[in-house]
């Protein structure tokens, strides 16, 4: 009886948003616009409160004995909800995507043919630990003109609840209803397994989190999935590379935030710049508290800080202050690797030669590819998205951050003086 309950429960909410989302369609820009910066007021109005509900997961998390990397992922901090406010200004300041017509072009029959951009629909959010998630997927749902069923982590309930309250009043006060973005207020799993089912009401789900929650979900849902299963993220260093900059990029990418999807897994060196580059990388890294998991070529150039890789740190994210390091002869060589390794998630490569970096460009498979820059770039605040809902590694679509313009569709229309079909 309390399943079926649950049951009913999820498929209610799931009507409810699929009904909010006919009046967001109907939204103009400055409305949700205005919505926007109501959620940015009532986040900085609010943040003592929000911040004492993320106490109550932190110390839950704590006591549950949380790893330090997951801890920091759940901590909302003054400095990330200052992160969250200015993503709702962001946004709310870029064009709307719905309603505009791309691609006109006439037929010969006279005909003026296009494309309109229109909203998903209903999107169901599914993620771990970061509370944040919840105001970034939201803030662009809405300004896509979709509603939105936000599922964040048991750890991070009570935070979520807080910032959800948000959601629903920034909507209510613009005269637009409170279930345009819903968060749910129960832990179940089962809850989860039951939207997953509601192809009727949900147009697209999308999960956010570790490659088991990722896989669960694919393997449930009767809805398309926009997802990436893991970030695997190399830095190949070219020979000739100014290696002071690729010291200092590896550098950012490993240990900037090393429990993150676009944090440094693999350093792929030329090996004419190994003897030279290995022992700075043994001694910058390792300074940091970075390990090293070594080919037999890198192996004597890493210091007591490395051991020999076993077959399965390749192509392994490691979410910690731990480097795969390979020597290769060449660029065919360093692309082969990531060709076999990689998650179609971030790659890049520190070189002075033009050409062979835009070889990398064309034929390094990921949704995004850095010349002489850090791999932690692949995250939507970073590319001008002013917030992003994920990072799709599955092509269709979308492939790379997804911000407002990816959460929508396009359709046909067609333009006509009276033409009818020969």
Partial sequence: MIREDLRGRMRSLARAGREASRAMARAGGARKDAVLFEAARLLDERRKNIMEANDRDLSAARDAGMDSAKLDRLALTPAVIDSMIAACREVAGQDDPVGAIESMT???NGLMVGRMRVPLGVVCMIYESRPNVTIDAAILCLKAGNAVILRGGSEA???NQALG???RDALVSQGLPADVAQVLNTTEREAVSHLLKLDDYIDVVIPRGGEGLIRAVVEQATMPVLKHYKGVCHLYVDAGADLDQALHIAMNGKCQRPGV?????CLLVHESVARSFLPRVAEGLGAAGVE????????????????EAAPEDWGHEFHALVLAVRVVSDMDAALAHIAAYGSNHTEAICTRDHARAMRFLREADASMIAVNASTR???GGQLGLGAEIGISTSKLHAYGPMGARELTSTKFVVLGEGQVRN
Avoid at 261 to 265: F, I, Q, S, W, Y
Avoid at 292 to 307: K, T, V
Wanted: with cysteine; net charge positive; charged share 20%.
């Fill in 165 to 167: 309250k948000v959601l």
């Fill in 292 to 307: 090293f998991r070594a080919c037999p070529a890198s192996l004597p150039l890493l210091g007591s800080g490395a051991r």
């Fill in 157 to 159: 309930f009570h935070s």
């Fill in 106 to 108: 006439k037929r010969p």
């Fill in 377 to 379: 770039f692949n995250d």
């Fill in 261 to 265: 999807c676009n944090a440094l897994e």
